[in-house]
């Protein structure tokens, strides 16, 4: 059976944005009345002592401020199997794994058809005002999109990453044809088991579909990097498979090899083509706009951790225009990109009044005292950060993120994503903070107490001067350590970090081995010193924990003072 879908109506929704946006206090007060009384029979509101009221002021006074680990509990309920109007009204049946850990264990997060039709809202906002800038036809998208395993939990819960648990939903494939963003590689290699090799299949039905391809897209751009980096290694094997119209015998699961024989034919003009143009690039330069003559833009999150990519991106994609994908987390959605004319750069995202009750606490005062303020309250060109109340559970929620106020869209704010506000290491979507590194080292050091293994003090930094980038750990030990124990710790380290997105980073090397630096005994007395020297209070002196390259000084003091160094080989 054909099916047939009604294409998007761009101009409705931008209307529908527009008129939403200038009534943003109305609509983010009918939004916060429609959480609560879809949840309000749920455990954690009916202790709080609502009775049924739905105002913000309400709200505010009764509901308190938390984060993920005061919700831990709750949330582990549910992930255990209880099913109980726990955090909402209806129960949870699917659960995110979302980035970033609590207390060394990976994150979990509810997801409900709420957020799954906030998630959709927000895709075809963004579209709506991406297609009006750029028109295109209706072809195909070479989505470098992977879907991990839904897993269950102990209690039967479905659990994934939020963007596997947003795939795999019915209404995502809908949604994308009727957007005419259709992914060009079939499910089988969207869903394969293995990431190499459907990476692989990626580009072989994007060169198969070359001429149809309207634009590439991935979640986070890093993705889009390391699928050409990967193109560079395997594109003779790529050709081919063309000219031969056989797959090569580095695919091996039998559903990604049947689904691929399906669409590949022999087609020696293609590979000549192909190999062709590849032959003609200097450094690769401007290689996507020749594999695909007909792309009209890259789309995916570029703001934030991905910014250290764009120059790679540019490198490939030449003049194509470069348009950041919008600005949302596991928990829920936050902002579209409704200026994609903007690069990257400057991209900012409009707050969506529907999909959630925003709050923002100010970060110019002290942060004990600040009092959150409304979604129209916020000041352009000061920095906040976010609270979300969603459809899913979570009330008053600090996210973590800092972001800052660049203007206002009608009446809902604009805004730029500045940083994490506790993340210290992170390289592409994991997310690492003083915490886990405090675990990790933890972990670590407990490995060997025969040997009398002591770290005094350590530091880290993300070497992002390596492809991929990598974690690297200074520890000052004390005491005589074999080799072979340091290796072990230091595998130990790279296993520690159990953050889902550190961890399947790894497993693709999108993130390179994390590695232990041992420096000489004095080392960290030195940083000491050198603070002390610019001013510091000896007595509140707090031993960085993550040094970034702006901090030249004292990075130059860890690194002159290395004796020895390990590679993890734990991945
Ligand atoms: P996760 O919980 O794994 O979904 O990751 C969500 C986090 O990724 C957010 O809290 C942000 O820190 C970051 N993020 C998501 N979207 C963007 C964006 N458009 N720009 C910058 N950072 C983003």
Known sequence: MIEKMELLDVDKLIEEFESMTKDAGNVQRETLKKILEENGCAEYLQNLGLNGKTDPESFKACVPLVTHNDLQPYIQRIVDGSSSPILTGKPITTISLSSGTTQGKPKFVPFNDELMETTLQIYRTSYAFRTREFPIENGKALQLIYSSKQSKTKGGLIAGTATTNVFRNSQFKNTMKAMQSQCCSPDEVIFGPDFHQSLYCHLLCGLIFREEIQFISSTFSHSIVHAFRTFEQVWEELCADIREGVLTSRITFPSVRSAMA???????????????????????????????????????IMTGSMEPYLKKLRHYARDLPLISADYGSSEGWIGGNVNPNVPPELATYV????????????????????????????????????????????????????????????????????????????????????????????????????????????????????????????????????????????????????????????????????????????????????????GAALSQFKTPRCVGSTNNEVLQILCNNVVKSYFSTAF
């Open 262 to 300: 399906k669409l590949l034919k022999p087609n020696p003009e293609l590979a000549d083509l192909i190999q062709k143009k590849c032959l003609g690039l200097n450094n690769w330069y401007g290689l996507i706009l020749e594999l695909f003559p007909n792309v009209k833009y890259i789309y995916g």
């Open 351 to 534: 707050v969506l009044p529907n999909i959630g009750y925003f709050e923002f606490i100010p970060l110019k005062e002290n942060v004990e005292e600040a009092k959150p303020v409304g979604l129209t309250e916020v000041k352009v060109g000061e920095e906040y950060e976010v609270i979300i109340t969603s459809f899913a559970g979570l009330y008053r929620y600090r996210l973590g993120d800092v972001v800052k106020i660049t203007g206002f869209h009608n009446l809902s704010p604009e805004l730029k994503f500045i940083c994490r506000r506790n993340l210290m290491l992170t390289i592409n979507i994991d997310k690492n903070t003083e915490k886990d590194l405090q675990l990790a080292v933890e972990a670590a050091s407990k490995l060997n107490t025969e040997e009398k293994l002591e770290v005094l003090d350590f530091s880290s930094h993300v070497d992002l001067s390596t492809n991929p980038g990598h974690y690297v750990i200074f520890w000052e030990i004390s005491g005589e350590v074999r080799d072979e124990v340091l290796e072990e710790c230091c595998n130990c380290l790279d296993r520690s970090f159990v953050d889902a997105g550190y961890v399947s980073s790894r497993k693709i090397n999108a993130i390179g081995p994390l590695e232990l630096r041992v420096v000489q005994r004095g080392t960290f007395q030195k940083i000491l010193d050198h603070y002390v020297g610019l």
